[in-house]
């Protein structure tokens, strides 16, 4: 029997989790950013960047996050700041660059919500600055195909996770994504289970946010972060990263 549990609050579990190299996302990321962007950026900013993985290893990053727990273990790798992602109140033109790559956008369950956090990225770029966002766009899936298992380990804790989907409310234009966590912390084990709604966005629904967000769509790639394999965002198998380049911002 599973304990229910915020995943998101058990920031030391959810940091052993994503501790594989971080060096291609890196590399995708800055490559991006010098692709379309403004070059390799003197400042860059991570909304949603949980324990900070990436943090260390994108010049001149700041973080922001809404979980305490996870900004207690970001602080040591980097700059973070607690904020909710649809109100980030950024100084304007503040940053070369933006990312944010694990599906956390879609935890902004209105549209208001999005298009807040879109503006505010985009305010916060500096003229020609590139957000490099990845998230799911609905692609017909069925559930089991959106399935996900892994085990990672550091020392004596080691963490397993199960995630799959789940259908959300009749009519809403969301889902829920289902974590299983079996956890052994140095000889203790224990089972844990997460839920959390995710907004369902189709590529037409995400064509429409960006052009009112002040940033233009330049290109789309999946999760092989390959440069030189960009995709039409109709095309992209569920999980798309797109490069958004700062447009005229609106006032």
Not at 121 to 133: E, F, I, K, N
Not at 178 to 184: A, E, H, M, Q
Not at 239 to 246: H, I, T
Request: aromatic residues 8%.
């Amino acid at each position: 029997m599973s304990e229910p549990a915020d995943w998101y609050e058990l920031a030391r579990y959810y940091d052993v989790l994503f501790s594989w190299d971080p060096q291609r996302e890196v590399d995708f990321v800055l490559g991006a950013s010098a692709r379309y962007g403004r070059g390799r950026p003197g400042r860059s900013f991570e909304p949603f960047c949980g324990a900070g993985r990436l943090l260390p290893h994108v010049p001149g990053a700041v973080g922001s996050d809404l979980s305490q727990a996870m900004l207690e273990i970001a602080r040591g790798r980097g700059p973070v700041f607690r904020a909710d992602a649809a109100r980030l109140g950024l100084a304007p033109e503040s940053f070369d660059l933006a990312y944010c790559l694990i599906d956390s956008f879609r935890h902004l369950q209105r549209e208001a919500q999005a298009q807040s956090h879109l503006c505010a990225v985009a305010r916060a770029l500096r003229p020609g600055g590139v957000y490099v966002l990845g998230f799911d766009v609905e692609s017909g899936r069925a559930p089991a195909e959106a399935q996900e298992a892994w085990s990672m380990k550091r020392g004596g804790l080691e963490v397993a996770a199960e995630i799959d989907v789940l259908p959300g409310p009749p009519g809403a234009e969301a889902e829920v994504m289902r974590v299983r966590l079996r956890v052994d912390d140095n000889g203790r084990r224990s089972s844990l289970e997460s839920r959390q709604p995710l907004r369902i966005w189709t590529p037409q629904a995400v064509r429409g946010l960006v052009a009112h967000s002040g940033l233009e769509l330049v290109a789309c790639f999946d999760r092989r972060y390959d440069l030189e394999a960009p995709r039409a965002l109709e095309t992209v198998p569920g999980s798309a990263v797109l490069v958004l380049r700062r447009a005229n911002v609106p006032g």
